[in-house]
């Protein structure tokens, strides 16, 4: 027997201990086993392989490498979230991934190519608006120590009724008394117009509210320049503040000079008589004076623009009036309210009735410019703003039946 047959029939003695690949390696490739058995050479007579003896370890081999990384795969499988596994003849390359998976260059809908575009920019941070505030505020105390801030002749500042006294005052009428405003139309967009409302409440917090809400609504978001009595401009620090919130005496001089610059007036004839009255008086226009306001219109041929002011008698309801105390601390009333003076302090604190503003249409006053000082046109033209405001008001009080309704 020659070597090769010896080689040929030790190989064939010892059986081959390859164990059989399980059916999923064997599904994934069995095409190549299809190409390798087609183009391997026939055996001999004697069963031995033309390639020679290097070629069944060699397939053991790979059979035995296969079989492990078929089980490794199915290990990992196992262990991952939801035991979600590839498709049959999944073989772990990027192009058989799991669902969900994406490469490099593929956007979110499955469509390969450029990277998507970037998002919407991400929104501000709660901490944000805090930040503004304080970089607004900063600039506010810049601004007032360097001087860059202006004040006209009566005194009155724009920047400082800005940034201070427009916010206080915008809580009071916007949260605390859910205030209403309509016919902001009737005001005029640019050049002089006077304003003339109903005053009541006990403290005059109509006029603040009246001044601040004509600013909020205004498409011009104008300044109205409130006339105030004697004694406001004789308290020290109430003075100041009327002043720097573009307030002045309520003189003809005065609102004639307002009214030629081109300025919104606004007065409330009534004076302490209106503010001062007994809530059983309520929403009743006291006398009109003399008509001092007429006659300021009718010298500039400003139209009037009548405005009535549901809410401020329910504030400080005033029950009775201390003539002897008003009279020692020199003052037009003393008020006794539901809350003042029995809770101190607290007792200014006004309550949460509902307001309802209400603008009338202007009433032209160009044409009786040569009628200021005739007293019959004077009290005729006052007691049709006086009218036009009560009957406002009585429609008014119909759209709120329940003073501290919603």
Known sequence: MSGAEERGEA?????????????????????????????????????ADVAGDEVAPRKAVAKKAIAKKAVAKKAVAKKAPGGTTGAPGDTGGPAAGRPGDRTAGERPDGVTGAAAPPGPAVADRPGDHWDRKVAKGLAFLRRRLSGDYEVDE???DPDLTDAVFHPLVRLLYRDWFRTEVTGVEHVPEAGPGLVVGNHSGTVALDALVLATALHDRHPAHRYLRLLGADLVFRMPVVSEIARKTGGTVACNPDAERLLGNGELVGVF??????VGKLYADRYKLQRFGRGGFVSAALRTGT????????????????LADIKPLARLLKLPYFPVTPTFPWL???????????????FCPPIPTAHLR???????????????VRETIQQTLHKLLERRPDPFGP
Do not use: C
């Open 11 to 47: 190989r064939y003695d010892v059986p081959l201990a390859v164990p059989a690949p399980d059916a999923e390696p064997a599904r994934r490739n069995g095409h190549r086993r299809a190409t390798m058995a087609a183009a391997a050479p026939a055996p001999d007579a004697d069963g």
């Open 154 to 156: 009566f005194g009155f």
């Open 269 to 274: 004839p009534e004076g302490f008589k209106g």
């Open 303 to 318: 139209p009037i623009v009548p405005v009535a002011i549901v809410g401020g008698e329910e504030i400080y309801p005033m």
């Open 344 to 358: 101190g302090p607290l007792g200014m604190v006004p309550l949460p009735s509902k307001w309802l503003i209400e």
């Open 370 to 384: 040569d009628s200021a000082d005739d007293p019959l046109v004077v009290f005729n033209l006052a007691d049709q």
